[in-house]
């Protein structure tokens, strides 16, 4: 069994709340891997297929876990999507969810094209912590984290809670950053 020096972060939420924002800026600081599973799908047709009601493609969730193994084995890697109770609950030491308020939410979605259902059902699933319920079901209680994704200061707060030592809270802990910013756990 491979020994990860730097841990795996899952990045989720509904859509819109920040997960590409956020996961673009920590791979840059950190040195850590981005994945966005909705491009991987894309270029690797993953999907199972057309949800007309939403007007989508399905995500094939075996294939991504198959496409993504072997990467997610060597660490390092932030994952970012909307859903997260499908992935190995051993691929990854730290589980972040967005949150955003409501009204937030709905000018987003909105912006993004969403219409009808689409956008009710996304609104709705942020209100009932739908996203945050299925994280605390699919992995530890204590790797799972909301972060507020409301206003452009939230970025900045986050990244720095997530990566500089003097500022972590207790969630944090377990982190500690290398040489050249790079995050890895404390094992």
């Known amino acids: ?74 660490g390092g890697v932030i994952v970012d999507y909307h859903g997260c109770d499908f992935f190995p609950e051993r691929w990854f030491q730290i589980v972040f969810v967005l949150r955003t308020d409501n009204t937030n939410l709905y000018s987003r979605l909105e912006g993004r094209g969403y219409t009808g259902k689409k956008l009710q059902d996304n609104v709705q699933c942020e209100i009932f912590q739908t996203i945050y319920e299925e994280a605390m079901e699919a992995y530890k209680e204590e790797i799972v984290h909301q972060l507020p994704s409301n206003e452009p200061e939230d970025l900045e707060r986050n990244l720095e809670q997530v990566t500089q030592p003097e500022r972590k809270s207790e969630p944090y802990k377990h982190f500690q950053t290398e040489q050249q910013g790079h995050v890895s756990l404390a094992w």
């Open 1 to 74: 069994m491979k020994i990860m020096k730097r841990p795996n972060i899952l990045l989720t939420g509904t859509p819109g709340v920040g997960k590409t924002t956020l996961g673009k800026e920590l791979a840059q600081r950190t040195g850590l891997t981005y994945v966005n599973v909705g491009d991987l799908a894309q270029e690797g047709q993953l999907f199972d297929g057309f949800d007309e009601e939403y007007q989508c493609p399905v995500l094939d969730e075996d294939r991504v876990v198959d496409e993504l193994e072997d990467k997610m084995g060597d």
